[in-house]
């Protein structure tokens, strides 16, 4: 195999999800496409890690120092829902349902992979909720043994504003499935039959 190949076929098996097989296919399908192509696309990948920036606000990335969704004078500010990553706000974002605001963590509380709470954007969502505005908290984080462990905490946290509710999206979402991964219709219905935190 051409070193050129093992290289590129490397390079793709590096991003999660992607085995040798699928690297392959991949790097054959680049040789295949016209390289003006791969120029515009290798050129939009460098400029996305090279300028993106996370929203000062709710630590979701954006092009500018504040996402669409907090500049947006339309969505309710006194309700934001909580989630581990981008990717689960665009999966809530995608029903439509939703039209608070979002507080992105940026993972997990995971002390086997040495994630602890000072990790996470969890004192940036607590210095919101001090603020004063925000009346209901919607944890909307995945129901692994981390993920529980991140709820709970940020339960804790909360404890000390009795005046905002806070609620977890209903469990019609299995034990152990990744947010991200999720139907929009099944978040849908996670989000309407949303109960509040007993304790």
Known sequence: MSKLLQDAVAEFAKLPG??????????????????????????AIARFRREVRHCEECNNLSDEA?????????????????????????????TR??????????????????????????????E??????????ILA??????????????MNRLKAYPDVRVSTIARGIGFGDELEYVDELTITHALLNRRPVEG
């Open 18 to 43: 992607v085995g040798r097989r699928t690297a392959l296919r991949l790097s054959m399908h680049l040789l295949k496409m016209d390289a003006e192509a791969v120029e515009q696309m290798t050129s």
């Open 128 to 137: 919101k909720v001090a603020a004063g505005e925000v009346r209901e908290v």
């Open 141 to 154: 984080i995945s129901t692994s043994i981390e993920g529980e462990t991140t709820l709970f905490y940020i």
């Open 97 to 126: 349902q939703y039209r608070g605001l979002y507080h992105v963590l940026g993972g997990v509380i995971s002390p086997m992979q040495g994630v602890g709470p000072s990790d996470l954007k969890i004192d940036m969502l607590i």
């Open 66 to 94: 504040r996402c669409p969704i907090c500049q947006n004078p339309e969505r309710d500010r006194s309700t934001i829902c909580v989630v581990e990553q981008v990717g689960d706000l665009m999966s809530i974002e995608n």
